[in-house]
């Protein structure tokens, strides 16, 4: 039993990690520009099939990790010189439907370049093994990488808005656009490289997901409605208000999906309890955020009070 | 003892550690016009949202005509008869002055929830809010957008609107910002002309305005009340005019 | 008259005319797909209440759509095999029954929703609608008996005394009427003391309140009254289709309705129709030469958003009179 609560403890983990990835970049680009980005779950997708199809035709994994991870931040930076940069101004509505439009866009592109059937992407061999928990059972070493993998680049992260030139013009920006304009700092580029920076995490975290799930069209919404959940939850605009919510939203529906089937296997039959377990599993975390905003309409950090 | 129509008493209200508000206490009565006068900074506009009801005091009691509003929305705190103009002109722009003003006249009379007849043909609306357009003086450009009415207009609008709610009390937060020579006389004549029948509480910082028209004056500097009187106590007040009066030069 | 009054004319009569058309052609297929527009255009009206009229950006509406499937959908399958619904409630294929619930369960549902979600603004709304539309949508699926991930299957048309609901172009009467009567009522309350305040809750809230009406009552009535007419919607969908399926509740759903409303032109009466007959024709033009349609769908609203805000009605009629 212990096994699987280091288990479910390591699963829930490994889907907060992943969940900060992009919950971070949302927040950044919601916190530095005000800008909804719907389009980032395709940056998420972007990453995951460059990195499988590089992967594939150059036999390296890391190659493609490497090239999907660049290419969702260049794919980030020309859509918010193309497009995004146009919509700071306009309201909420119009940033939602602009990035639904792209969202349309980027999933049927893909689909039309690689086709409806997924892609594959393997875990590269020396990541292939399992590693002993105390209490028995193996736990994928892969899975472990991704956990140290995501702390590595949220430590990151957090260093680079706390302690960098880059990261105090990012600070600034967040509570006063206008301020840091007159003080002569870039914001055009400032905001693009906010976008491909957001975008590359998004990209990091498709491509790194895409070897234990799989690489198609579509991938990438479901992360990005749990990872707007988790930054509503935490708090829009702030990074610990991701952190937290993150670790909350991965732990609370990694093991809700396996106790509540079993919860109601107390008292209920085998399939019913499955049904109505599932089910409850896959609303818990909306519950959790509307719970929250009755409680606390900004999320539990908000950034600007 | 008459009433008043406004009782304001220790009222309190801090963010963080700025106290926007330091036990403020203050009484309008009928037929009066009071005027709330302060440097930048003094928590004039805090004072009035609270008493108007978007911002919730720390400590304190506001009275509308003898009844705690405590708890009150802004939206019923204009149903127990406040009548209230922002300083930055608050209206529905693409819509014109008279569609503005019906949608008071429909607020102070009763019930929105009327799905059928169209509110055009609401002989009775129209009417009221011509005439509450009529008694700001603003005439023949009532159906134009408000977006295309000069500041002065959008001002003279929010008046309307707010008398068309046949307030028992009228709350006006710096009505004369912005306006010009002809204007502010205008606006002082037709508040001079109000406060007999309906109690004015007004921030100003044109003092001209302030001396002409006000019966009584509260100063504020950094949210306490420093002082409180008739016009002219205030004004011959030396404590005053070096708190607040004599800095005005350097504004 | 108005040039928008013409081009709603307009509009109403090429939707009225090209099934009849159709039908004397004997041309089946595009007799259902008019039928199929003036659904889509309903469903988008409900949500052309909220989010154009009443200025609550609900990205969350497909719940309702599903819902209004849903209740014809289990309306039905009780009715086939005579069993009860939670052991109380039995089936039904009559619409005039069905369409009352449908209406009102997503309106019950809408009433919940809203008074929760009124208390949050801005991007915190639209995160909370589309929260309780997952909800719903994974509750949807996980109904078995009730079709789970597959959908549920409708075998008979619903009934509607002295009609024969079977009859293609009679179905299309049916939603055109209905379309019509949501439009005229739609219309009706806007231009009432309702719609008066409606539209000031949207341009300017502050001011609302200052004028003596509390904002929230307004926008939860606006908001449910938006789900009932896509409730609605949902239910004629079911009944056109003989199948409720899962997606109806799916939030790339709520994500087409509102690009519908925007291409019509938001917060135009009739722009749900004209969106709605932009959105089947690029559907049904395009989606024939490939299956990635909405690779071009995705630009064209791009190009909207970005340049022809207004939407359709907007390039067509102009800006919108107020008075």
């Known amino acids: 039993m212990s096994s699987l609560l280091i288990e479910l403890t390591l699963n829930g983990l490994q889907l907060g990690v992943m969940l900060l990835l992009m919950a971070a970049g949302l927040t950044l680009i919601f916190g530095v520009m005000g800008f909804i980005n719907l389009a980032h779950g395709s940056l998420y997708m972007s990453g995951a099939f460059v990195t499988a199809y590089l992967s594939r035709t150059t036999g390296s994994f890391w190659l493609g990790l490497l090239a999907g991870v660049a290419a969702a931040a260049a794919i980030g930076a020309v859509v918010e010189l193309l497009v995004v940069r146009r919509l700071y101004a306009r309201d909420h509505l119009d940033q939602v439907l602009a990035t639904f439009a792209l969202i349309l866009i980027f999933s049927n592109a893909a689909r039309w370049i690689f086709g409806a059937a997924p892609l594959w992407l393997d ?73 491909a920076l957001g975008a590359a995490l998004a990209g990091l975290a498709g491509a ?14 479901p992360v990005l409605i749990l990872a707007f959940v988790v930054i509503v939850i935490g708090g829009i605009g702030s990074f610990k208000g991701a952190l937290v919510g993150a670790l909350l939203v991965g732990t609370v529906d990694t093991f809700g999906r396996i106790f509540l089937p079993a919860f109601f296997g107390l008292f209920l039959d085998p399939s019913a ?10 609303m818990l975390i909306y519950l959790l955020m509307a719970v929250v905003l009755a409680v606390r309409p900004k999320g539990l950090f908000p950034a600007h009070g | 003892m008459t009433e008043a129509a406004l009782s304001i008493r220790h009222l309190a209200k801090s963010f963080g550690a700025l106290k926007a508000t330091d036990d403020v206490s203050l009484d309008l009565m009928p037929g009066e016009l009071h005027v709330v006068i302060g440097p930048n900074g003094a928590g004039k506009s805090t004072l009035i949202n609270q008493i108007a009801g978007g911002l919730e005091p720390d400590a304190g009691r506001i009275l509308i005509d003898g009844s705690d509003v405590d708890g009150l929305s802004m939206a019923a705190r204009v149903r127990a008869g406040l009548g209230r103009t922002f300083q930055v002109s608050s209206l529905a722009m693409p819509l014109s002055a008279r569609r503005n003003v019906m949608l008071a006249v429909q607020g102070g009379s009763g019930s929105s929830f009327g799905f059928w007849h169209p509110v055009r043909r609401d002989a009775g609306l129209v009417a009221a809010a011509l005439a509450a357009l009529r008694e700001v003086g603003l005439v023949g450009r009532e159906d134009l957008p408000v977006a295309e009415l000069s500041h002065g207009e959008r001002r003279l609008v929010e008046l309307a609107c707010a008398l068309a709610l046949r307030p028992k009390l009228l709350l006006l937060d710096e009505p004369m910002a912005g306006l010009g020579r002809e204007g502010t006389q205008r606006l002082i004549g037709d508040l ?60 | 008259m108005a040039r928008e009054t013409i081009a709603n004319a307009v509009l109403a009569v090429a939707l009225l005319a090209t099934p009849l058309i159709a039908h004397a052609l004997g041309e089946v297929y595009y007799v259902n797909l008019a039928s199929r527009i003036a659904i889509v255009a309903l469903a988008a009206a409900g949500l052309n209440l909220a989010l154009g009229m009443g200025g609550l950006v609900s990205f969350g509406h497909a719940a309702f759509f599903g819902i209004g499937g849903y209740v014809a959908g289990i309306a039905a399958f009780h009715a ?42 801005g991007v915190y709304f639209i995160m909370i609608t589309l929260a309780f539309a997952q909800m719903i949508f994974y509750f949807g699926i996980s109904l078995p008996t009730y079709g789970g991930e597959d959908g549920l299957s409708i075998y008979r048309r619903n009934r509607l005394p002295g009609v024969d609901t079977g009859d293609p172009l009679n179905f299309f009467t049916i939603t055109f009427v209905v379309l019509m009567i949501a439009l005229f009522l739609t219309h009706r309350m806007m231009e009432a003391k309702f719609g008066a305040a409606l539209t000031m809750a949207r341009l300017n809230r502050t001011r609302l309140a200052t004028a ?54 938001v917060g135009r009466l009739f722009g749900p129709l004209a969106g709605a007959i932009l959105y089947v024709l690029l559907q049904t033009v395009i989606g024939g030469y490939t299956e990635n349609w909405q690779f071009f769908l995705g630009l064209i609203l791009l190009g909207v958003v970005l340049f022809a805000n207004g939407g359709l009605l907007g390039l067509i009629a102009g800006r919108a009179r107020h008075d």
Do not use: C
């Open chain 1, 273 to 282: 309890a499955t049904s109505v377990g599932a089910a409850l599993a896959s």
């Open chain 3, 212 to 265: 003596g009406v509390e904002p929230r009552p307004i926008l939860l009535t606006a908001f449910v009254l938006s789900a009932m007419i896509t409730g609605l919607a949902g239910a004629l969908a079911a009944d056109l289709n003989g199948f409720v399926s899962p997606a109806m509740l799916s939030w790339h759903e709520s994500g087409e309705i509102m690009v519908i409303v925007i291409l019509g032109g």
């Open chain 2, 192 to 251: 001079a002309a109000l406060k007999r029948t309906l109690p004015i509480l007004l921030v100003e910082h044109d003092m001209d305005a302030v001396f002409t028209l006000a019966d009584r004056i509260t100063v504020l500097v950094y949210g306490r009340v420093v002082a409180q009187g008739s016009a002219s106590e205030i004004r011959s007040s030396v404590a005053v005019q070096e708190a607040y009066l004599g800095d005005r030069d350097d504004a």
């Open chain 1, 123 to 195: 875990v590269p061999p020396l990541l292939a093994g399992a590693v002993r928990l105390p209490g028995g059972g193996g736990y994928p070493v892969y899975r472990l990488v991704i956990i140290a993998l995501g702390i590595a680049a949220a430590a990151g992260l957090y260093l680079l808005i706390a302690r960098t030139r880059l990261g105090m013009r990012i600070r600034a920006g967040e509570s006063d656009r206008e301020m840091i304009a007159a003080l002569g700092v870039d914001i055009a580029a400032l905001y693009t490289m906010v976008f």
């Open chain 3, 80 to 121: 086939v095999d005579g069993s009860l619904f939670a052991g109380l409630l039995p089936g039904s294929d009559r619409m005039l029954v069905i369409w009352p619930l449908a209406m009102l369960i997503a309106g019950l549902v809408a009433l919940l929703v809203g008074w929760i979600s009124l208390r949050t603004e």
């Open chain 1, 208 to 221: 790194v997901i895409g070897a234990l799930e799989s690489v198609e069209v579509g991938m990438g919404e």
